[in-house]
């Protein structure tokens, strides 16, 4: 096949991306309406502050996290707001499809909030196959994960009515185990030994920071957006004392299993997180601070030890290329986040929740996502969606313009030692 040819998105996707926003502003002519309690002005406005957090985390938090890369920054932040601009518009759809009365979709902030939830769960995924796909193929997967995810959702919260309000399970462990599911099937051999674009700068790392504080600092808005008013409280206090156990863990953890006693940057840019991704199912349950800080510190340490020792493994033996490690960062954790809400309703912590249904929704998350991710990622193979080759994975000049001398830096080191003497010599 003609790379050249295969890579060229000139016509591919300006043509899909047209076709999708065409569908959705027909489908929501036909059946979206505003939701009549919002017509009055006073509905929901609480909720406001929450949508802006939450939003925040969705462009900047998620997008920032992911340019990492040495030589893919445009994509990790480019390609995650087309991903989530897509992603919020069908996510409000299928979601609102479950909820219609008189066949029509009525949306009001709560609406926009769940939209912006199903988006990030196309975005974990997102991160198990940076550098590896096309934005043609993103879409395609946006499309496809945000309406398995609306399905198992619904399944979890009205037919198993299980307490997930910071959505450790439908969220992040849906998330994370549909990329896995899908990077496998995307499995690329020629890349079994790494790439030399495969790594960090130190400024790439700076940038992946400031993603990572983002996401830290509105967190708890993040679990307590959809909890019941009352909750609300009682959610962000946990998810506070959670993320701040956790962050001590990772720092503390990361220093202990390094040689040399040095931090490193990866497990602090992602383990830090992993407190707010495991309390999640248990946000505004009453597990007391002591709880939540618990919980956190196991997620700090789940987290840490799986970038260190188990993402080889996964890598060499069941051949999931996790770019991003998001089976560390939001898979396991959201494993522990559905654990702690089963052991919670065993020990009776709220007597509305079964621990019998927590069980099920975690397992149906997990299931169903590596499932739909594996259906998913054999579609995604197909060879005119533009895929790059192996030698030019986690490269933005494939899809992306690049500015003229950093691409002549890029193509000759030679170029780019002068050009850094000259500067010195001056």
Not at 344 to 370: D, R, T, Y
Not at 391 to 412: F, G, H, K, L, M
Request: glycine share 10%; hydrophobic share 50%; proline share 4%.
């Amino acid at each position: 096949m003609n790379t050249a040819f295969s890579t060229n998105m000139r016509i591919k996707l300006p043509a899909a991306a047209a076709f999708l926003e065409i569908v959705i502003v027909v489908l929501f002519g036909v059946f979206v309406r505003y939701a009549p309690e919002d017509l009055s002005g006073v509905a929901d406005q609480h909720l406001y502050p929450f949508f802006q957090d939450v939003h925040v985390m969705i462009f900047i938090g998620f997008g920032f996290l992911m340019t990492f890369l040495k030589k893919y920054g445009f994509s990790s932040v480019g390609i995650n707001m087309l991903i989530a601009a897509l992603g919020l518009q069908w996510g409000a759809l299928v979601q609102g499809f479950w909820h219609m009365r008189a066949n029509t979709i009525h949306l009001g902030m709560k609406s926009i909030i769940n939209a912006d939830f199903s988006t990030a769960t196309v975005l974990i995924s997102f991160g198990a196959v940076l550098g590896k796909t096309s934005p043609l193929q993103m879409l395609i997967m946006t499309v496809f994960e945000i309406t398995i995810f609306s399905c198992n959702e619904h399944l979890v919260v009205n037919v198993f009515e299980a307490s997930d309000t910071g959505a450790s399970m439908t969220i992040h462990a849906f998330g994370a185990y549909f990329g896995l599911a899908a990077s496998r099937l995307l499995y690329r051999p020629g890349l079994k030994n790494g790439h030399e674009n495969e790594g960090s700068t130190y400024h790439s790392d700076m940038f992946a920071m400031i993603g990572t504080l983002f996401l830290w600092l509105f967190w708890p808005s993040f679990n307590s957006a959809i909890a019941a008013p009352g909750n609300q409280q009682t959610a962000i206090i946990n998810t506070y004392f959670s993320l701040a156990a956790c962050t001590l863990t990772a720092f503390a953890l990361s220093s202990l299993v390094e040689k040399r006693g040095k931090l490193d940057m990866v497990h602090i840019q992602n383990a830090t997180l992993a407190g707010g991704v495991a309390v999640g199912s248990c946000a505004d349950l009453e597990i007391q601070p002591f709880g939540a800080m618990l919980i956190g510190s196991i997620a700090g340490i789940i987290s840490v030890l799986g970038f260190k020792y188990l993402t080889p493994i996964v890598a060499s033996f069941l051949r999931i290329q996790d770019t991003c490690g998001v089976h560390n960062l939001h898979g396991l954790p959201g494993i522990l986040g559905g654990t702690a809400s089963i052991i919670a309703a065993a020990v009776l912590v709220n007597h509305q929740i079964s621990a019998g249904m927590q069980a099920a929704a975690l397992g149906c998350s997990v299931g169903i996502a590596l499932v739909g991710g594996a259906f998913t990622g054999l579609i995604l193979r197909l060879p005119f969606l533009g895929q790059p080759p192996d030698q030019n994975c986690y490269d933005d000049s494939v899809y992306w313009e690049i500015p003229v001398e950093e691409e002549a830096q890029r193509n000759s080191p030679d170029l780019k030692e002068d050009h850094n003497k000259f500067h010195l010599d001056a």
